[in-house]
Every structure is written in structure tokens, then in C-alpha cells.
């Protein structure tokens, strides 16, 4: 009988463990003032379980072991929670309070960077300030060449664009406070208009994003983010200085800010001053034709820049508005004996007088700011609005030179400065709208874009009609949590965009034979023209995420509608000595792309390797002619708007090892390989296409003393393949090795820090040339030996 009894005690026994084995866990998350809190994140350790409390508020967890827990509640905006419970157990209520405290808003910051990475499907840098006051370029597009995968486009020591992957001009969306950046940048010679003393942080998207920026963004987006928003009550600025040996360069920044519990101003001023500069050649070929350089400098390229910036607004709990409103402005010269048509009537001795005055040929540019960025908190939806307006104005001075059937001599009657030889006068009006909402595993994005643009033309040289061009978008975007380590993407968009082109005139007859007798009359340049684009575009990504290793992949669609000058470009290029013409019939681009991202960080070893493959069945390329106008210039080549199948792969990686706690390696190469597969161009790489390089980095960091503090000193050696695989009739690029220097430190000045930076770029003054720079085109190498000081000096007048 006492055996029967065991064998059944023992059988309940067993049973209740086995309940107990397989217990669960249910609770409530609440606010403090006792309303269901959605959305929190619930991690009960050990064993990394995760859920995330539902619409009311509540969780629940099967399948755990009777033990000892802890409950770790997390969401945005509220406190970290941690709660012991033991399981089995009764329901548990976790009350959760919101982050009012500056040090909470600081972790957050800190840690929102390893997020961004982890959770965007396309391949993702981001640039903080310190990386960009460490690397000063001419511009901040110069600044960001460093990165791999990055390049710049350009002309002189200030105006330049970035290329990603290959790709540039209105192919990169540049985003400046949520706003997209619109300037006359389809140019060389177009530089943009911002100011990289104001700049915050920087993400870097390599790859498609159309499904978020619009027609623009098929090669990657650089989204300019503000600096954050000071402290509550608190009041202070810095003041910094920046010097540049090889053009003389002086200038400065200031920026004072001030803020009490809820509103908020900041305002910053900058300046710039600088003189021709120099490379190591004395004499560059144009046509031909030998022009020597006084001095090693190039004539003409001195300028002068200004920036005012000033953000103000209300930063509330729930809701938050803010203005930003700028206006940059610049002065430059272009290079004497490269611009126009007649290198031989440059006055040289007038230019080599000074080395600081701008002369003919040069431009003005001013470009006018306002931006409103708005969020309102309510419930489970984040709604968040930006408008904008922007006014870009430039204009281009030269001397009259007539050509074709212009008079000889400028008439007085016009009604056009003699020496106003081009003017573009844009205005733009943006909208966008997102709201970002939770729902179980997703995480949604709809929204929609729309923008205006009406530019006009003015100057007695023509090039592009004016224009108005308007569009608008809406787009949905998922991101699915799978587990806490598999994240799935998914975006789809609609695109609508219209271009109205105005018809232009001559301003002067021209001769022309009809019906056998010759007879005068003003030739039209471009006809009025409207055309009207649309498309869907669409993504599907995954994001694996863990301890040590990470990867993502992408595959999509995206879209770019052509814009003026590729439809009705009817002049002389003078930076390009070139005759460009566009094609009304071009088709919007359509583009598909995989990219795939591998990463992995163990110990002191971190590696990322980012291959991307790309087809475009239209791609848009300015295809050079056998024909040569002599109406308009004095006999340059005939370049038509043309469009082919390319197809182009390559990719970028980076590796860095630390060799000792105060020394560290790093190694970043990139490699590009683009191909025409169809048109008169077929089996050609495309325009401005860069070689291969590599970026080798040693970088010493010694500890930092009471005085000194984040000291660096580290070397660059940048390796750059020759480009043999041109389109005729471009020229090929010898391969080239360039060091550059920095070192800097932080100095403790009571209870400020005072930053100082120092590059010597170009450390040994080796002439090269860039493949995907405009003066490669006339064998002009870039900048020779270039020393940068720049020191920033913070101060504090109320913490």
C-alpha cells in the first residue's frame, strides 16, 4: 500500500515540476498616472526573452522555467524600469515615468547611432562633427571625399559635388534640416550652398532611396541633420578660426545659443577670405594651347564666403516646432584661362597683380532659407511636419565676347549688364509629411512629398530655358521585429512630377538660307515644352543583427524624372568647352539595384564589406557628337543628351584593427565598374567614372592628461589606380599616391575645452590628377601641399 502511495505522490510531484517547467508570465504596463502604456519593450533575463505590451498595455510570456527573473522595461521618451519577479507568480504591473532630465536626453544621443546602423536597410555612415572639423575640405562635400565610396565633382577650391558610387549631380539628394537642398546644381561649376560650420551630424546613405527623398535620391542621399538643441537653461557659443596656407585662406565661425525650459535660440555667423591657389604644374594645356601659370597660382580663383544661420522655436513634451532660417552666401572667380573660349586673350599680367582680387570671369551666388520642422506626440502616432521656401540666386560675370552672329559690339538697348553673362533666379517650395506609428511587430512610415520650383533666366548667353516643374509623392515604409535580431523592410511609393519648359529667343538674327536666298531672323533656342512623369518605385530589405556579426540586404527600384538641361540644354558649356544639347523625348530613368552589407566586430578586429550591383535600361549621359557648332562658339564639339542600358556593380570596404590601446590601423578601399550595353557607346564605361583606390590610416591616441585631452595624430596614405576605361573623348588617368596629416587635442582651459585641429593635406605636394575633377580635362592637377589650422573655443555662460 505504501508503495502505491509514493508511486502516485511522486507522479503529482513530477507533474507540478512539469507545470512549473512550462510556467508563464503575464503583467500590465502602466504611465504614472495609471493609463496603458503601448509599445514598451519587455527583455526578461536570463534567457533574452522579448515581447513588447500591446495597445492596452498588456504582455505575456509561455514557455519559461520556474526561477528567479528580471524585467527590463524600455521605451522612448520614458525611463528604463527594472523588476525582480519570481516565476510562478501572480500578474505583474510595471508603471513607467517619463525622462525629464538632461542626462537622459544625453543617452539617448549617445546611443541613437548603433541604432541608425542596425536598423536601416541600405548601407548607412554617419558623420559627427568632430569627423568633420578633423577633415576640413574647401567644402563640405570635399570634407566627406574621405569616406569611401564618396567623391567629389567640381571646379576650383570651393565649388564642388558629391558622387556616390559614380553617380552625382541630381542623381544625390542632399537633405538640409528635412528639407531637399535645391540650387542650380546640374553644373560643375554649381557648387552647394551650405555652410559645414553649421552642419550637426551627417548620414551618408549609399544606395537607392527614392522611396523616402523622391526622383533625386537613385544614388544615395547625404542628409545634413542640425546640431541638437541646447539644455534646458542654459546659455553659451563658441568662437573658431581656420587658417589655410596653400590660397591664404582666413576665417571664422560664431555661434551663441540660449535656451530656458521650453523655448530655444541659436545663432551662428560665418566667414571666409581667400586667394588664388596653387598645384604643382607652371603651365596647364587648353586646345593646345600652353598657358603658364605666375607662381604656380591659377588665375582668378580667389573668393569669399559668408554664412548667417538662426534656428529658434518651442521644445515641448509632446510637441515641438522649430525655424531655421539661413542665408549663405559666396564670391568666386573661375580660372581665367579655362573658362570661355579664348585661353589667348586672357590678360595676365592684370590678373598676376594680385593674387586675392576676383576678376572676370566669376559668379555670385546667394541662397535663402526657411525651414519649419514640427512634431506632435499623440498616443501611438509621431507626426512630423517640414515647409520650406528657398531662393537661389546666382549669376555669372564675364567680358562680351561676341561669336557667331552676335554684334561686335554690345548693344546699349538691351536691357542686360554687358557684363551679366548668365543669371538663374530659382524659388522653391517644399512640403513633406510623415507619421510614424506602432502596430504589433511594425513599425510604419506614410507619408508624402511635394515641392515647386519655378526658375528663371536672365544674361546675354543662353544655356537652359526657364522653367516651372512641380512634384509630389506618397509612400508607405514597414519595418517588420521579427526577433530581436531579424529586422525585414518593405516601402513602396508613387511618384507624379511635371516640367514646363518656356520658349527663348535670340537676342540677335542670325543669318540663315531658305528656299535658296539667305535671309535674317532670331533663331529659336528652345521651344516651349511640358512633359509629365510618373512612376511607382519599391524595397524589400532584411537586417540581421547579432553579438558579433551583422548583415543586410536590399533590393529595389527607383526613379529619376529628367530635368531641364537634359531635355533642352541649346548652348556653349564654357567650363566644358562643350556644345550641349538636350533631347525632349528622354525618358525618366529607371534604375534596380542589390545591396548587400557584411559586418563583423570581434575584439580589436572590425570589419565592413558593402558590394552593390545596378541596372538602368535608360540611363541619361551626355554623349559627344562628331558635329562642332560654330554659331554660337568658335567651333566646340557637339555633345548630344543621349540614353543606353548600363549596367554597374562594384563596392566599398573598411576594415580596422586596434594594434595597442593607443594605436589603431584602418584600411578603406572602393572599386566601381560601369558599362554601356547599348547606344553609340556600347561596351564603354560612363562619364567621370572613378578608378579603384585605397585609404591606409595609422592613427596614435595617447591617454589624456589633466590639460590635454582626446589627443590624436594619425597618417593617411590614399592609393589611387590609373582609369584606363574612358569614354572617348575623355582622356585617361595615371594612378597617383597622396599622404595627408592630422593631430589634435582638446585643452582643458578651466572648465572649458578648447579643440585644436591640424592637417597638412597633400604632405608631400604630389602633382596628380582626379579623375572626376572638371581641370583633369585641361591636365591641371589638383591643390599642392595645403597646411589647415582651425581651433574652436567653446564657451558657457549659463549651464
Known amino acids: 500500500m505504501f508503495k502505491k502511495y509514493y508511486i502516485l505522490i511522486s507522479c503529482l510531484l513530477g507533474l507540478a515540476k512539469a507545470f512549473a517547467q512550462d510556467a508563464g508570465l503575464h503583467g500590465k504596463v502602466l504611465t504614472a498616472q495609471g493609463a496603458p502604456l503601448p509599445g514598451v519593450k519587455i527583455l526578461i533575463t536570463p534567457g533574452h526573452h522579448v515581447v513588447t505590451s500591446g495597445p492596452s498595455g498588456n504582455f505575456s510570456v509561455a514557455g519559461l522555467k520556474a526561477g528567479e527573473f528580471v524585467i527590463t522595461a524600455t521605451r522612448a521618451g520614458y525611463r528604463e524600469k527594472k523588476i525582480p519577479v519570481v516565476i510562478p507568480g501572480a500578474g505583474v504591473e510595471i508603471v513607467m515615468h517619463k525622462r525629464i532630465t538632461e542626462l537622459e536626453e544625453v543617452v539617448v544621443k549617445d546611443n541613437h547611432i548603433t541604432t541608425r546602423k542596425n536598423e536601416e536597410s541600405l548601407n548607412l555612415d554617419v558623420i559627427k562633427t568632430d569627423f568633420i572639423r578633423q577633415h576640413l575640405g574647401g567644402s563640405l562635400m570635399k570634407t566627406l571625399e574621405r569616406l569611401p565610396g564618396v567623391k567629389t565633382i567640381g571646379i576650383g577650391s570651393g565649388q564642388s559635388k558629391p558622387l556616390i558610387r559614380g553617380m552625382g549631380f541630381n542623381r544625390v539628394a542632399v537633405i538640409d534640416n528635412g528639407i531637399k537642398h535645391e540650387g542650380q546644381q546640374w553644373g560643375a561649376d554649381h557648387g552647394l550652398e551650405i555652410d559645414q560650420f553649421a552642419a550637426g551630424e551627417i548620414e ?166 526657411v525651414i519649419n520642422k514640427s512634431s506632435l506626440q499623440t498616443g501611438l502616432h509621431l507626426l512630423e511636419l517640414e515647409l520650406g521656401y528657398q531662393r537661389n540666386f546666382r549669376q555669372e560675370f564675364n567680358q562680351y565676347v561676341n561669336h557667331g552672329y552676335m554684334p561686335s559690339v554690345y548693344p546699349d538697348t538691351l536691357g542686360i549688364p554687358a557684363a551679366l553673362e548668365r543669371q538663374f533666379d530659382k524659388h522653391v517650395y517644399s512640403l513633406n509629411f510623415r507619421d510614424n506609428f506602432t502596430a504589433g511587430k511594425h513599425r510604419i512610415t506614410a507619408g508624402l512629398n511635394t515641392e515647386y520650383q519655378d526658375n528663371k533666366i536672365g544674361g546675354w548667353s543662353f544655356l537652359v530655358p526657364s522653367f516651372y516643374q512641380h512634384t509630389a509623392g506618397i509612400f508607405l515604409y514597414d519595418k517588420i521585429t521579427l526577433n530581436d535580431r531579424f529586422l525585414l523592410h518593405a516601402a513602396m511609393r508613387y511618384d507624379y512630377g511635371r516640367l514646363a519648359m518656356q520658349r527663348y529667343d535670340d537676342w540677335f538674327p542670325s543669318s540663315i538660307e531658305q528656299d535658296g536666298e539667305t535671309t535674317t531672323k532670331r533663331l529659336t533656342r528652345a521651344e516651349n515644352l511640358a512633359r509629365t512623369f510618373h512612376s511607382w518605385v519599391w524595397s524589400a530589405g532584411v537586417n540581421y543583427n547579432a553579438d558579433h556579426f551583422n548583415a543586410k540586404f536590399n533590393i529595389g527600384k527607383s526613379f529619376r524624372m529628367p530635368i531641364a538641361k537634359e531635355l533642352s540644354a541649346n548652348g556653349v558649356n564654357y567650363h566644358y568647352f562643350s556644345y550641349e544639347k538636350g533631347d525632349p523625348s528622354l525618358a525618366p530613368e529607371q534604375s534596380y539595384q542589390a545591396d548587400l552589407s557584411l559586418g563583423w566586430t570581434s575584439g580589436r578586429l572590425s570589419v565592413q564589406v558593402s558590394p552593390f550591383i545596378n541596372f538602368f535600361p535608360n540611363y541619361i549621359y551626355l554623349n559627344p557628337t562628331s558635329a562642332h557648332d560654330y554659331n554660337y562658339g568658335a567651333g566646340n564639339q557637339v555633345f548630344q543628351y543621349a540614353q543606353s542600358r548600363v549596367f554597374r556593380y562594384g563596392g566599398e570596404i573598411q576594415a580596422r584593427y586596434q594594434v595597442f590601446e593607443c594605436l589603431s590601423a584602418e584600411v578603406s578601399g572602393e572599386y566601381l565598374h560601369a558599362e554601356q550595353l547599348s547606344g553609340n557607346k556600347k561596351g564603354y564605361t560612363l562619364p567621370f567614372s572613378p578608378p579603384p583606390s585605397a585609404l591606409f590610416n595609422i592613427t596614435w591616441q595617447p591617454g589624456q592628461g589633466k590639460v590635454f585631452r582626446k589627443n590624436y595624430c594619425s597618417l593617411d596614405c590614399r592609393i589611387t589606380g590609373a582609369q584606363n576605361n574612358i569614354v572617348p573623348p575623355e582622356k585617361k588617368t595615371p594612378g597617383y599616391q597622396v599622404f595627408n596629416f592630422q593631430a589634435g587635442s582638446r585643452i582643458a582651459v578651466g572648465r572649458h575645452e578648447v579643440q585644436v585641429n591640424l592637417q597638412v593635406q597633400n604632405l608631400l605636394n604630389t602633382r596628380y590628377l582626379n579623375h572626376t575633377s572638371f581641370y583633369r580635362l585641361i591636365e591641371l592637377p589638383e591643390q599642392g601641399r595645403n597646411i589647415v589650422l582651425s581651433l574652436k573655443v567653446p564657451f558657457k555662460i549659463k549651464d
Open 204 to 369: 551618408l546613405v549609399k544606395g537607392a532611396a527614392s522611396f523616402i527623398y523622391g526622383s533625386d535620391a537613385i544614388a544615395g542621399t547625404i542628409n545634413v541633420l542640425p546640431p541638437p538643441p541646447p539644455g534646458p537653461n542654459t546659455m553659451g557659443g563658441s568662437i573658431e578660426l581656420i587658417g589655410k596656407t596653400n590660397n591664404n585662406l582666413y576665417g571664422g565661425s560664431a555661434n551663441f545659443y540660449a535656451r530656458n525650459k521650453k523655448w530655444m535660440a541659436d545663432g551662428r555667423v560665418t566667414y571666409q577670405n581667400y586667394a588664388d591657389y596653387r598645384v604643382p604644374a607652371d603651365t596647364v594645356y587648353v586646345y593646345s594651347y600652353a598657358a603658364g601659370l605666375h607662381k604656380n597660382f591659377l588665375r582668378n580663383t580667389a573668393g569669399r564666403e559668408s554664412g548667417l544661420h538662426l534656428s529658434t522655436g518651442y521644445l515641448g513634451e509632446h510637441f515641438r516646432s522649430l525655424f531655421y532660417i539661413s542665408n549663405v552666401y559666396s564670391k568666386s572667380g573661375f580660372f581665367a584661362n579655362a573658362h570661355g573660349l579664348e585661353p589667348r586673350r586672357v590678360n595676365n599680367a592684370l590678373h598676376d597683380r594680385s593674387s586675392r582680387d576676383i576678376l572676370h570671369p566669376s559668379q555670385e551666388v546667394n541662397h535663402f532659407k
